[in-house]
């Protein structure tokens, strides 16, 4: 079961920052917080993950609140190519991920 | 990533055929696992090996099985394929990493995915 709670779908005009809400009130203290996106029908790409703290890297950032109940995905300049669904998913670190619907992401020139 | 390859990369079949897909990386990765994705949907899990001699099933396992010949190769087969096998299937590696002070984390990497019809 996907532990998760994202919106079906998300607009965002291109250079703008995308903001990616998850929810995930049930998560427990040694579970990580996982994002992934799909580019069409290509394979899930690794995007970040965190477990405590804020995260950041060439892609995007991870904003976690501080109760762990939920965050956010942050694409700080969004363009075209970034238009996929990307999903959040929680996990422990030793189990096969496990993925919901997700959130389909347009990018709008 | 072209590090894990999925072999075929489509396949048109008939209901009651033998089919296998392969899988391979060179990632090096002790962890191996098959997704499906239908229509619409999310990834669900099929079976996961941890080692060679480690096989797991996942949340959908009936009607597939799966072969660890070696670290670097996963197979799945479907035995008597049916139209509702109809799907993209993926393969994924991982490494379980460790992370100071928090325990460890399981980054996968997916393969292109194969495309199956079975008519």
């Known amino acids: 079961d996907a532990k998760t709670t994202q919106p079906t779908s998300m607009d965002c005009a291109e250079g703008r920052a995308a903001n990616l809400p998850c929810n995930h009130s049930?998560?427990?203290?040694?579970?990580?917080v996982y994002w992934y996106r799909q580019i069409h029908s290509q394979g899930p790409q690794y995007i970040i993950h965190g477990l405590k703290n804020n995260e950041t890297n060439e892609m995007a950032s991870l904003i976690i609140t501080e109760d762990r109940k939920s965050s956010t995905l942050i694409l700080p300049h969004a363009t075209l190519r970034d238009t996929a669904v990307y999903y959040c998913i929680v996990s422990p670190g030793n189990t096969p991920l496990v993925f919901g619907k997700g959130t389909r992401l347009s990018v709008i020139a | 990533d072209a590090d894990v390859t999925q072999t075929p990369r489509n396949r048109i079949t008939k209901t009651g055929k033998r089919i296998m897909l392969e899988c391979s990386q060179t990632?090096?990765?002790?962890?191996m696992y098959w997704y499906r994705q239908d229509p619409g949907l999310g990834l669900r899990l099929i079976y996961y090996?941890?080692?060679?001699?480690?096989?797991n099933k996942g949340e959908i396992s009936d009607g597939y099985s799966v072969s660890r010949q070696a670290q670097a190769k996963f197979s799945l087969s479907l035995e008597s394929a049916i139209p509702n096998q109809t799907a993209l299937y993926f393969c994924?590696?991982?490494?379980?990493?460790?992370?100071?002070?928090?325990?460890?984390?399981?980054?996968?990497?997916f393969g292109p995915g194969t495309r199956l019809t079975v008519l």
């Open positions: 990632k090096g990765h002790d962890r």
């Open positions: 090996s941890f080692d060679v001699k480690d096989i």
């Open positions: 049930t998560i427990s203290g040694n579970e990580y």
């Open positions: 994924a590696t991982s490494d379980f990493t460790g992370q100071g002070g928090g325990g460890s984390y399981n980054e996968q990497f």
